[in-house]
């Protein structure tokens, strides 16, 4: 029985639509979101090519909104806000017409960055989407991830992914739309981790799942829901 391991843990829903969401159609572009997911950073800016402001003071766990860059090699930059220490630096290299998200995760000593090629097809209405993105610092063991319907009292199905690393992430993941508990096993030593509240995956809409570690102390993983622009 699933709640035989009933923990309550936060769910944050943030839609990654807020503002307008447009499409950049300029030529040779591509859109890239940002998401900081590096527990210990607080507020950083992310510059791109020659300094050129990107992103501007990111909260911890904020989803920022689609913009443009160039559809080639960019060089970026993650520093902390309104100074510079230098957190990360990556080489993008994106496509023409393509929506991508990055995240920043791991601690800020050790920042690192996952660059996402999102899914631009949208479901049927009774369908849904999501991936999932392993960005909890303090879980280091491999995790196998059961997705189960919320009103599903048995729990011996198999995991939809096995053995999910530390800062990898899953294609998505197709199923009917419905409210959905995702559940943490450590692939190591089978132990639970971590489970989510009900999650509402809606018809015709894709998401990113991340784990990451929780705003306070009163759990081992937060879940964190957003849904990707189609």
Partial sequence: MRRVLATFFVFVLLCAACGDGAKDDSPGSADIRFIQASPNADLVDVFVDDDK???????????????????????????????????????????????????????????????????????????????????????????????????????????AVTELAFKDSTTYLNSDADEYIVTLISSETGAFIAESDRLNFNGGRVYTLLFVEPLSGSSAVEFQLIEDLT
């Fill in 53 to 159: 402001e990107f992103q501007r003071a990111v909260e911890y766990l904020e989803v920022r909104n689609y913009r443009g860059l160039s559809a080639d090699n960019s060089h970026l930059l993650i520093t902390e806000a309104s100074s510079f220490p230098l957190y990360a630096t990556e080489s993008l290299s994106v496509q023409d017409g393509s929506r991508y998200t990055l995240i920043a995760l791991d601690i800020r000593s050790e920042m690192d960055t996952l660059l996402l090629l999102d899914d631009p097809l949208k479901p049927d209405t009774n369908r849904t989407g999501v991936r999932l993105v392993h960005a909890a610092v303090g879980i280091s063991d491999d995790v196998d991830v059961y997705i189960t319907h919320a009103d599903d009292t048995n729990f011996d199905t198999e995991p």
